[in-house]
């Protein structure tokens, strides 16, 4: 779009230098020009606007077995539904990591990864159920380990400070909740 423009501003200062020198619009120098101008303009026109560079997504990794709890005590979806909403508008790219026991607290049955991403709208390569009785601690760790993410719980993961240090750093395990109804993180950098 920048070159098409700098064009249209040199023919047209072009042609207003060939009219004050020949004094005439049908000189051949004042036409040739113009007709760059023109050229110039359509390029313009034609020219697709330049994108404004794009920011890559920031990754968070979402203790789902936590977070389901932060409204009222109960597991609810909708307050992980509300939190991957609220991650997204934010410009994050929220990946959720559920213990095996998820489906059973939230729908009374076993939900593997597929049926708790439809029911948050992920893909389903971004929700991991962790088989039963794995601990998702470490495995909430080393995604966000391997991602560069921080961490969305109100778990403070002491139990994993050893394995995991970066947990002590502030910023890395963010926190949140509801108050007076209303949902609150700590996510903004």
């Known amino acids: 779009m920048r070159v098409p423009f700098i064009l249209f501003v040199l023919s047209f200062l072009a042609a207003l230098a060939g009219l004050w020198l ?24 034609l020219a697709k606007p330049e994108a404004a560079p794009k920011v890559p997504p920031r990754s968070i990794v979402i203790d789902g077995s936590n977070i389901m709890h932060w409204k009222d005590d109960t597991p609810q979806m909708a307050t992980l539904r509300e939190v991957v909403g609220l991650l997204s508008d934010q410009g994050y790219q929220p990946g959720v990591v559920f213990d095996a026991n998820a ?12 049926p708790l991403a439809r029911a948050l709208g992920l893909p389903a390569d971004r929700v991991l159920v962790v088989p039963k009785g794995e601990a ?17 719980s109100n ?3 002491r139990d994993w400070a050893a394995d995991f240090p970066e947990v002590a750093q502030p910023g890395y395990v963010r926190r949140g909740g509801y108050r007076d109804g209303v949902l609150w993180m700590d996510t903004a950098r």
């Open 103 to 114: 489906g059973y607290k939230l729908t009374g049955r076993y939900m593997d990864d597929r």
């Open 155 to 157: 778990d403070r993961f």
């Open 22 to 45: 020949t004094g005439a619009w049908d000189a051949p120098p004042v036409l040739l020009a113009l007709l760059s101008a023109f050229a110039a303009m359509i390029l313009m026109l």
């Open 136 to 152: 998702a601690d470490p495995v909430i760790l080393t995604v966000a380990r391997e991602l560069g993410a921080s961490v969305l």
